[in-house]
């Protein structure tokens, strides 16, 4: 499990949403797929078929993130806390395992 952390002052926050900022939803899918790659190496992304976002990141709010292969499909959790955020699926055009790079 592997996580990160969105700064008060990072530049997508500003005019999302003024005066309460949330963490947009692209930021996230972002740092779970860099998580994905450093997790299981360099792939080439061909799409996400499916993604749900069931509640709002905040800025300075620690969220982890779980990931399980499944031949060419990661499929991904993201928590704050005990609390999923994020669900859905990667697919790359190599096939990702437990044991990859």
């Known amino acids: ?13 500003p ?11 692209v930021v996230v899918l972002d740092e779970v ?3 994905a790659r450093s997790t299981f ?3 080439a992304l061909l799409r996400m078929p499916q993604v749900k976002f069931a509640a709002p990141l905040l800025p300075e709010q620690d969220a982890t993130v779980e990931f399980e292969p499944r031949a060419e499909r990661l499929r991904f959790r ?3 806390g005990e609390d999923v955020i994020a669900s859905g699926e990667l697919v790359f055009a190599d096939p990702v395992s437990a044991g990859s790079p």
């Open 33 to 35: 797929l860099a998580l």
């Open 78 to 80: 993201v928590l704050r």
């Open 41 to 43: 190496g360099e792939r």
């Open 1 to 13: 499990m592997s996580g990160f952390r969105i700064a008060a002052d990072h530049p997508c926050l």
């Open 15 to 25: 005019g999302h949403f003024p005066g309460q900022p949330v963490v947009p939803g």
